[in-house]
């Protein structure tokens, strides 16, 4: 019985090691070795599940400093009152030649990225030159639908045997 549970504790051990062979680099370093490459490979644990994991950390992630790197404005994800107002300093430059002065001013304020932050929007010209069927499915409002009851079946066929006399073969 000893026995047995000196192997369990070795076996465990010994898995620990084991499982820190793809993160502590000797994996990488065995990739010249053929053989040593395939022992330390088919010793790796085969579910991905059971094998270590480097977990995040939480005081220091990159997608944070982001925001903090970009001293310049982002762009507005749809047109609002004030870009149509800036707009006419952009058209002025342009109307003077001075595209240079354009640019900054493009640089520094830049136009939104969509007229509407509405991914599904599409023009009411482009419906209206798409077929019936089409134009139904995008506006549902507008569909009519017909009502379906499946329990109406029964006394519509009901109805139609009582008016249509059974005809009889002779």
């Known amino acids: ?19 820190d062979i793809e993160y502590n680099g000797e994996l990488n370093r065995a990739a010249q070795q053929g ?19 480097i977990a995040a950390d939480e005081a220091q992630s990159p997608a944070s400093d982001i925001p903090s790197l970009s001293h310049y404005r982002r762009a507005p994800l749809a047109a ?20 240079q002065n354009a640019r900054l001013w493009l640089a520094m304020h830049p136009e939104p990225l969509s007229l509407f932050n509405d991914a599904k929007h599409i ?24 009502a379906q009851d499946p329990t109406k079946l029964f006394d519509l066929l009901a109805g139609i045997n009582q008016t249509e006399p059974i005809a009889t073969s002779a």
């Not at 088919?42 to 579910?47: G, K, P, V």
């Not at 419906?127 to 019936?132: F, P, R």
């Open 1 to 19: 019985m000893q026995n047995v549970n000196s192997t369990i504790e070795f076996g465990s051990v010994f898995s620990e090691q084991l499982r």
């Open 35 to 53: 053989a040593k490459f395939a022992l330390l490979l088919s010793m790796l644990e085969q579910n991905i599940l059971f094998r270590p994991h």
């Open 80 to 99: 609002n009152v004030d870009y149509w107002q800036e707009v006419v300093h952009t058209e002025r430059f342009i109307q003077r030649g001075e595209l």
């Open 123 to 146: 023009p009411d010209e482009v419906l209206e030159n798409c077929a019936l069927t089409t134009r139904q499915r995008v506006k549902p409002g507008n569909n009519s639908g017909v």
